[in-house]
C-alpha cells in the first residue's frame, strides 16, 4: 500500500472520557431531513411567535366585548338567575 495515501487518526483514547470526544455524534431526525441551521433558527423562532401570540389573548376582555356586543340570551338568564336568587339574608 502506498504510504502517501494513508489518512492519519487521531491518537487513541485511553480514558473513557477522551473516547467520547471522538466519536461522531450520531444524526438526528433533523439531520436526515437536511433542513440548515437557518431553517431550523427560523422555525423555533416561528414556534416562540405563535406561542406568545396564542397565549397573550386577554380572554377575559374578549369575553366581556362579545357580551356587549352581541348581547347573548344565556347571558341575560345568568344575570336573571344571579339576582332571583333568595339568600339567607
Do not use: N
Not at 431526525?29 to 416561528?46: E, F, K, N, T, V
Amino acid at each position: 500500500m502506498d504510504p502517501s495515501l494513508s489518512v492519519e487518526r487521531p491518537p487513541v483514547a485511553t480514558s473513557p472520557m477522551r473516547c467520547r470526544l471522538f466519536r461522531p455524534a450520531p444524526p438526528s431526525i433533523i439531520h436526515c431531513l437536511i433542513i440548515s441551521d437557518r431553517q431550523i433558527w427560523l422555525i423555533a423562532a416561528g414556534l416562540i411567535a405563535v406561542d406568545l401570540l396564542v397565549f397573550m389573548i386577554p380572554i377575559v376582555p374578549v369575553l366581556a366585548a362579545y357580551v356587549l356586543v352581541a348581547r347573548p340570551a344565556w347571558f341575560k338568564e345568568f344575570i336573571d338567575d344571579v339576582y332571583d336568587r333568595t339568600g339567607p339574608h
